[in-house]
């Protein structure tokens, strides 16, 4: 199995900036896709970006398009998400995610699942 970790959450003033960390360990296999998603109390679990492991190919959501730059360190087995120009609007769970995926932006197509780290945007 594969463990996913996820670090750098807190809080930060509207157009503040955050780096998230997602550190996996265990069996990991290339083909991988990582996903970061995010939940709002009473809200839907909602893709945020995505970066399949070998190929460094990223995927968006249109609300962080811009603003959020997801990126790997293979060597680290590592992934990032660099926030920037955040809003209250953000404030959220953020959950780090793997899998073998084909639809990117749906939760349910991933197989591992970190704990997930808070995101507090201050207006």
């Known amino acids: 199995q594969v463990q996913l970790v996820e670090s750098g959450g807190g809080l930060v003033q509207a157009g503040g900036s955050l780096r998230l960390s997602c550190a996996a360990s265990?069996?990991?296999?290339?083909?991988?896709?990582m996903g970061w998603f995010r939940q709002a109390p009473g809200k839907e679990r909602k893709f945020v970006a995505a970066?399949?492991?070998?190929?460094?190919?990223?995927y968006y959501a249109d609300s962080v398009k811009g603003r959020f730059t997801i990126s790997r360190d293979n060597a680290k087995n590592t992934v990032y998400l660099q926030m920037n120009s955040l809003k209250p609007e953000d404030t959220a769970v953020y959950y780090c995610?793997?899998?073998?995926?084909?639809?990117?932006?749906?939760?349910?197509?991933?197989?591992?699942w970190g704990q997930g780290t808070q995101v507090t945007v201050s207006s």
């Open positions: 265990g069996r990991t296999d290339s083909s991988y896709v």
């Open positions: 970066i399949s492991w070998s190929g460094g190919i990223t």
């Open positions: 995610a793997a899998g073998e995926i084909v639809v990117v932006t749906s939760p349910y197509e991933y197989d591992y």
